[in-house]
C-alpha cells in the first residue's frame, strides 16, 4: 500500500468506518459491503483481505463477548426478581457445530483458491456475487433457505466464498436466519466469523502473506469509530423495519459492482 496516494488512503480509512458501522449494526456484511469499494481504489484483494480478516477476529470476539455480559446481567436481575425462567446462551452452539461440519471443507478449498487464482479473477467473481444480493436487497427478497439440501448447499457456497474473499456471509445468513433464534443470530454469527476467519489468517501465516500491520495501526481506530455508530444504528433497529435501508444499500453496491465490473473488461 506505500505506494497509494494520500486521497486513496483518504477513502481507504472511510471505507473501513463504513465496514465498521455495518459489522457492528447488521452483525453481518461489513466485508461484502466494503470490499468492493477497496477494491475500486486498488484491485488487489490480498492487500485487504488480511485487514479485514484482524478487524473480524477483534471485533466478533468483542461483540460476542459483549453478549454473552448481557445474557448474564438479564439471568441475574431476573433471579433477582424471584424469575425462575432460565436464560439461554447468547449463541445457538448447536446449530453452530452443524453448520462448521457442512463448510470447514469447502472453506478451506476456497482458501486455496485465493492464493492460487489471479487477482483479477477473484475480484470479478466478488464483483458478480455481490451484484446479484444487491438485486435481492433491492427487490426486497433476499435469499432465505427452508429446505435441508438448499440449506447444505448455500453453507457449502457460503464456506467457499468466504475462504476466497470473506463475503459469504450473505449465503450463510440466508440459513441461519431460519434455523437460529432472533436474539442468538448476531452473536453466533460473529463466533461463526471468528472461527472461518482463524482459518484464513493461517492460511495467509503459512503462505507468508503480507498482514499489512503497519496499516492495522490506523485502520483498526477506523473501523472502531465505525464500529460505535454501529452499535447504536443495532440498537435502533432491533424492532425496526430495515427494508429501505437494505434497498439503499443494494442500489449502491450493484452502482459499484457494475462500474468495477466494467472497469475490470475494459482493462
Not at 503462505?207 to 495501526?217: R, S
Request: proline share 3%; net charge positive.
Amino acid at each position: 500500500m506505500e505506494h497509494l496516494l494520500w486521497w486513496q488512503f483518504a477513502l481507504i480509512g472511510v471505507i473501513f468506518i463504513w465496514s465498521g458501522f455495518v459489522r457492528s449494526g447488521l452483525g453481518f456484511g461489513g466485508a461484502v459491503l466494503s470490499l468492493p469499494f477497496l477494491l475500486l481504489v486498488e484491485n488487489s484483494p490480498l492487500i485487504f483481505l488480511p485487514i479485514i480478516s484482524v478487524h473480524l477476529l477483534v471485533f466478533s470476539s468483542w461483540i460476542a463477548w459483549q453478549g454473552s455480559r448481557d445474557a448474564k446481567a438479564k439471568a441475574k436481575l431476573a433471579a433477582e426478581q424471584g424469575e425462575t425462567t432460565e436464560t439461554p446462551s447468547n449463541i445457538d452452539w448447536r446449530y453452530l457445530k452443524k453448520a462448521l461440519g457442512i463448510m470447514i471443507v469447502p472453506k478451506l478449498i476456497g482458501v486455496f483458491g485465493l492464493l492460487t487464482l489471479p487477482s483479477d479473477i477473484v475480484t470479478g467473481v466478488i464483483f458478480i456475487i455481490v451484484a446479484v444480493f444487491a438485486v435481492s436487497y433491492i427487490l426486497n427478497k433476499p435469499f432465505y433457505s427452508n429446505n435441508k439440501i438448499l440449506d447444505t448447499i448455500f453453507l457449502m457456497l457460503g464456506g467457499y466464498v468466504s475462504g476466497t474473499s470473506l463475503i459469504g456471509a450473505p449465503l450463510i445468513v440466508s440459513v441461519f436466519a431460519t434455523k437460529v433464534s432472533r436474539y442468538q443470530l448476531r452473536d453466533t454469527l460473529f463466533v461463526l466469523w471468528f472461527i472461518l476467519v482463524l482459518i484464513k489468517m493461517s492460511s495467509f501465516l503459512i503462505a507468508g502473506v503480507d498482514l499489512q500491520l503497519i496499516h492495522q495501526l490506523w485502520l483498526l481506530p477506523c473501523a472502531f469509530i465505525g464500529h460505535i455508530c454501529g452499535q447504536k444504528f443495532y440498537n435502533r433497529i432491533q424492532q425496526a423495519e430495515t427494508a429501505i435501508f437494505f434497498r439503499f444499500i443494494g442500489a449502491a453496491l450493484l452502482i459499484v459492482c457494475v462500474f468495477g465490473i466494467y472497469t475490470s473488461l475494459a482493462l
